[in-house]
């Protein structure tokens, strides 16, 4: 009797495991980095063909950069995307801009707020209310989109020179 009781207990406690992971594994937030850095031909970014490996339980895979021909000097600025994360579950998505366009950038930031608009949408996820507006700001923010947590990050800033980095983040369960 003890037996087939535990057979049981058993039975439930691998059912709510498989459960909980199929769960998580449907989950947006909880996709695999492989299949996320096969995205990038869907955003309209060369992507690259494996997951490669870093450093240490560290990964990541990175898209080719794409020349923008916006703005002047034409074709000077870009878009890159990458995905981080170990070899199961990804933990950080990032969509970078280096804008290089000293006059005329506003076709720039539109092309990219385009690119970033993809990403939510190949995500299934809806577009934080004030992103675009951000972008083309262009300013820094935070914002909870559904699954991740979007960080929008101006970096190495020299006047019309600088990077733009939109930041995802699955949210912690």
Not at 35 to 55: K, V
Not at 135 to 156: C, H, M, Q
Request: glycine share 8%.
């Amino acid at each position: 009797m003890k037996t087939a009781y535990r057979t049981v207990q058993a039975a439930a406690a691998a059912g709510l495991w498989a459960l909980s992971v199929s769960t998580q594994a449907a989950s947006p937030a909880y996709r695999a980095p492989q299949e996320l850095c096969d995205q990038a031909r869907s955003l309209g970014i060369m992507g690259s063909p494996h997951y490669q490996h870093q450093s240490g339980a560290l990964w990541e895979c990175s898209s080719v950069r794409k020349k923008l021909p916006q703005g002047e000097p034409a074709s000077t600025s870009d878009v890159q995307y990458r995905v981080q994360g170990d070899q199961k579950k990804a933990q950080r998505l990032i969509l970078e801009l280096r804008m290089r366009s000293y006059r005329q950038p506003q076709g720039v930031l539109r092309a990219f707020s385009d690119t970033a608009g993809r990403l939510f949408q190949q995500l299934q996820e809806p577009v934080p209310e004030g992103l675009y507006d951000a972008i083309t700001g262009p300013a820094e923010g935070v914002w909870d989109s559904g699954n991740y947590r979007a960080k929008l990050e101006k970096r190495f800033s020299k006047g019309a020179v600088y990077d733009l980095w939109l930041l995802l983040e699955p949210k912690r369960p």
